[in-house]
């Protein structure tokens, strides 16, 4: 089966640098995404990792290991706007390349 | 390029009457799926769609949900009757490649 896990809340400081983590097992791995969702709001889609390796975008980069599991969204110079929730998901090509999200971590980022 | 549609947003029923979801995906994605999502929960795939082929249902509670994508466009996701524990946004979410494209959700409350 899968699991994704990640850290339920996060609070950071505006202009600072977060990291937040996302760890997973699943026996057919195709590709991990990084979710942004505001309160009230659809997710909208941040980054795709199927290599091993960092992929910067601006301000936001996500960084992965096959080997481990794991997986990260490092957020840095961070605004207000950046309090939303972060959706871990992953991509299974067991049962025809389903698509499973973790539970999210909700950031708040204070002044 | 307009983004996923789905109407209505908000509805507010009764248990054990029925509700309909509708949605319009992006023009040209192939790819359609319908998600629920409870509160500080990430989104649970209910149905995806390969144009008009469902190829993936295994999590839609078919006693009492139904799905169908006449021409490969446009869905309708129903539900009779419904439970107070389908109380949940519902989302759409529509795909060429890798990410998904997410809708404004339904909101649906059960009394």
Redesign the interface.
């Known amino acids: 089966g899968q699991n994704i896990d990640q850290p339920t809340e996060m609070t950071a400081t505006e202009g600072a640098i977060v990291q937040i983590n996302c760890t997973y097992q699943t026996s057919g791995f195709n590709g991990l995404f990084w979710y942004q969702q505001h309160a009230g709001e659809a997710p909208t889609f941040l980054s795709y990792n199927v290599l091993d390796g960092l992929e910067e975008k601006g301000r936001f980069s996500s960084f992965l290991s096959r080997s481990k599991g794991y997986s990260y969204l490092l957020l840095k110079e961070l605004q207000m706007k950046d309090s939303a929730s972060y959706l871990c998901a992953v991509r299974d090509s067991t049962g025809g390349f389903k698509t499973i999200f973790g539970a999210g971590t909700r950031l708040f980022v204070k002044a | 390029e307009a983004g996923v549609v789905q109407s209505p947003r908000y509805k507010i029923i009764e248990k054990k009457q029925p509700v309909a979801f509708w949605c319009n995906p992006i023009s040209g994605h192939n790819t359609l799926y319908w998600y629920r999502q409870n509160l500080?929960?990430?989104?649970?795939?209910l149905i995806?769609y390969e144009n008009e082929e469902a190829?993936?249902d295994?999590q839609l509670p078919k006693d009492r949900f139904s799905a169908e994508r006449l021409k490969g466009v446009d869905s309708t996701l129903k539900i009779q009757p419904a439970e107070l524990g389908d109380s949940a946004v519902y989302?759409c979410a529509s795909s060429w490649t890798?990410?998904?494209?997410?809708?404004?959700?339904t909101r649906l409350t059960v009394t």
């Not at chain 2, 500080?40 to 795939?45: A, F, I, K, S, V």
Request: net charge negative; charged share 20%; glycine share 22%.
């Open positions: 500080g929960q990430g989104p649970e795939l995806r190829v993936d295994s989302l890798n990410e998904q494209y997410f809708g404004p959700g």
